[in-house]
């Protein structure tokens, strides 16, 4: 079984940073490639970010791109989300997911969810 923690989120204003954790524990973090996963109240659940198993590997969301970062460190079993310039359109609870290789976008291809993080952004 594999158990994941995010941490990081909080109430800020529009243009402030902040970053994002998740801690996974459970079996070994290197052999799972992790995904940003985001939902607002009334929306579906949208892609954020994923790294593969080196973290030279990373997409985005194409409208997150340049302000949003994704890495990972192996030696510390967590994935970060570090996240600049936020706008009130980045409220959302933000959830980290694991899976298996290879990299998709898609949330049903994810097998392992944390809890989520609020994050709220005020203008």
């Known amino acids: 079984q594999v158990q994941l923690v995010e941490s990081g989120g909080g109430l800020v204003q529009a243009g402030d940073s902040l970053r994002l954790s998740c801690v996974v524990s459970g079996r070994t973090f290197s052999r799972y490639v992790m995904g940003w996963f985001r939902q607002a109240p009334g929306k579906e659940r949208e892609f954020v970010a994923n790294v593969g198993l080196i973290d030279t590997m990373t997409r985005y969301a194409d409208s997150l791109k340049g302000r949003f970062t994704i890495s990972r460190d192996n030696a510390k079993n967590t994935v970060y989300l570090q996240m600049n310039s936020l706008k009130p359109e980045d409220t959302a609870a933000y959830y980290c997911?694991?899976?298996?290789?290879?990299?998709?976008?898609?949330?049903?291809?994810?097998?392992?969810w944390g809890q989520g993080t609020q994050v709220t952004v005020s203008s």
């Open positions: 997911a694991a899976k298996t290789d290879p990299l998709y976008k898609v949330s049903g291809a994810y097998d392992y």
